[in-house]
């Protein structure tokens, strides 16, 4: 097993070029820095609404950090289950929130639909499966949720779930649809080619390194803009006041050779599905079009180092509690993994903030999940231009950049930051319950 991006080896076969970094001082109407799902989102909102000269900017190709790593679940769930959201916010809010990400999806799967977009686009149900007793409280939980906000779901009783995945192991499962599999990277990179043919200015191997007033200046070029969406990851001091607020959390992934008829329809008796478990640094795995089993997890000592691990022994133990589970697959062989270091802020919801002394400046931060960086690149850009967009105000009070943690990050120097996001984003998901609504935390302007 080696180390490599498959989703990279899968570009080659895509005919839309590099586009050369900026070597020059130019002009736009919108800059968007940072081409993921939450960046591209953003330049595909402007350039239909009107916005006439849009340019966007990456330090990587388009796709090349997050987005390009992903497993391309396109689920509501990221981080926070939905039984989580209703603990925290009370039925009325977890719907918000759920519904954010529902509209990502949507949003990433009509662009895929409407422009023909080749990047493996599977309808799947989603499944998560109780890894013992606790997790089938989980699963349980997750139904009750679900049924309070009307959602559509089956529970799965361990006996039944050789039905639907070839394992007897597990001890219960909830599956519901509306769920997808995408390959992030050629979404990504299909994506530019829709932005290209619209007139956007694409730069790629182009870093933002500071702003000054309306200014980024890039390491040969600077672009001068009426508005600013930073989508970027990993922000740094000199770029973002904001740097503070995000840190991550790693996860692994691998890649096997493709599986036959036989044993896709053993591991799916039911057709392929997105999969993860109840375990607190879960497994998930789901089937690619060319029948490739994709596994992804982690452990408690990699989710918060503050580098990516370049060795196997993380996946490698992965792939080994996989197959324990599915021993028809012990000989299965795993050709490629690759570490990511995903964004999240303390709570594991994102942070949409315009900042209120430099209202054209906007920064989009810590989304967990392609569908919220897709929702969240959207709702940033929708307001770069407008200040009423359809009903988002509801929206804002979840990822307002005021509102409360449980350990400040003023305790950062005396902690570290891995100590805070740790002990934050726990408590975010298993113990935070948000009083009321919290319209007063609005910094005046900010939307
Ligand atoms: C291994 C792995 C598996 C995952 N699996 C899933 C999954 O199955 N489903 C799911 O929904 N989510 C998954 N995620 C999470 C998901 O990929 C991210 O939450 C999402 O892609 C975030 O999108 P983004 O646009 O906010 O950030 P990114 O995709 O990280 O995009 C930010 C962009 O900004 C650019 N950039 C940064 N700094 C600068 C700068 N100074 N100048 C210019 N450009 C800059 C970067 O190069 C990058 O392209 C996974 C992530 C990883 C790492």
Redo the contacts with the bound molecule.
């Keep these: 097993m080696i180390l490599q991006d498959w989703w990279y080896t899968t570009l080659l076969d895509l005919p839309y070029p590099f586009q050369a970094p900026l070597c020059e001082a130019i002009k736009a109407d919108a800059l968007v820095?940072?081409?993921?799902?939450?960046?591209?989102?953003a330049a595909l909102r402007l350039s239909e609404s009107g916005v006439k000269d849009v340019v966007l900017?990456?330090?990587?190709?388009?796709?090349?950090?997050?987005?390009?790593?992903?497993?391309?679940?396109?689920?509501p769930d990221?981080e926070l289950e939905l039984s989580q959201l209703v603990r925290r916010y009370g039925a009325e809010g977890a719907k918000d929130t759920w519904e954010c990400a529902v509209r990502g999806i949507e949003r990433m799967v009509s662009v895929v639909k409407d422009h023909g977009l080749e990047c493996d686009l599977q309808i799947q149900d989603s499944l998560f499966v109780g890894n013992d007793a606790g997790g089938w409280k989980d699963a349980q939980e997750e139904l009750e949720a679900r049924r309070l906000l009307g959602y559509p779901q089956t529970i799965i009783p361990a006996s039944d779930i050789p039905k639907v995945l070839g394992s007897d192991q597990y001890t219960g499962a909830v599956r519901y649809p509306g769920t997808y599999?995408i390959n992030?990277l050629r979404y990504?990179q299909s994506v530019k080619n829709v932005l290209l043919q619209r007139g956007v200015r694409i730069y790629e191997a182009?870093?933002?390194?500071s702003l000054q007033d309306h200014t980024?200046r890039?390491h040969k070029g600077s672009i001068t803009a009426d508005q600013i969406l930073?989508?970027?990851?990993?922000?740094?001091k000199d770029?973002s006041p904001y740097e503070e607020d995000v840190y991550h959390a790693?996860?692994?992934?691998s890649i096997s050779e493709p599986l036959s008829d036989q044993e896709v329809a053993r591991l799916f008796p039911d057709g392929p599905l997105?999969c993860w478990d109840s375990d607190l640094v879960y497994t998930?795995w789901?089937l690619t079009g060319d029948q490739r089993l994709l596994v992804?997890g982690g452990s408690m000592m990699s989710t918060f180092s503050r580098n990516y691990r370049a060795k196997p022994d993380v996946m490698e133990g992965v792939i080994a509690r996989f197959k324990a589970k599915f021993p028809f697959l012990k000989n299965l062989s795993f050709i490629q993994f690759?570490?990511?270091?995903?964004?999240?802020t303390r709570d594991l919801m994102?942070t949409i903030v315009r900042e209120p002394d430099r209202p054209w400046v906007h920064w989009?931060?810590?989304?967990?999940?392609?569908?919220?960086?897709?929702f969240?690149?959207d709702f940033a850009a929708r307001h770069a231009f407008q200040s009423e967009c359809q009903d988002d105000h509801r929206f804002y009070q979840y990822f307002a950049h005021a509102r409360g943690f449980l350990v400040p990050t003023w305790l950062e120097p005396l902690m570290g930051k891995q100590l805070v996001f740790s002990l934050n984003n726990g408590w975010a998901k298993y113990f935070q319950v948000d009083k009321g609504k919290k319209a007063a935390r609005y910094t005046p302007g900010e939307f």
Excluded at 206 to 209: G, H, P, Q, S, V
Excluded at 230 to 236: A, E, G, R, V
Excluded at 338 to 344: Q, T, V
């Design positions: 820095v940072g081409a993921g799902a939450a960046g591209l989102a900017i990456d330090r990587n190709i388009c796709g090349g950090s997050s987005t390009g790593r992903s497993a391309g679940f396109l689920t990221s599999g992030g990504a182009t870093t933002a390194l980024v890039t930073f989508c970027l990851d990993k922000p740094s770029i790693q996860t692994f992934l997105l998930y789901r992804g690759w570490p990511g270091l995903i964004d999240c994102p989009v931060l810590g989304c967990v999940g392609l569908p919220w960086a897709t969240c690149g």
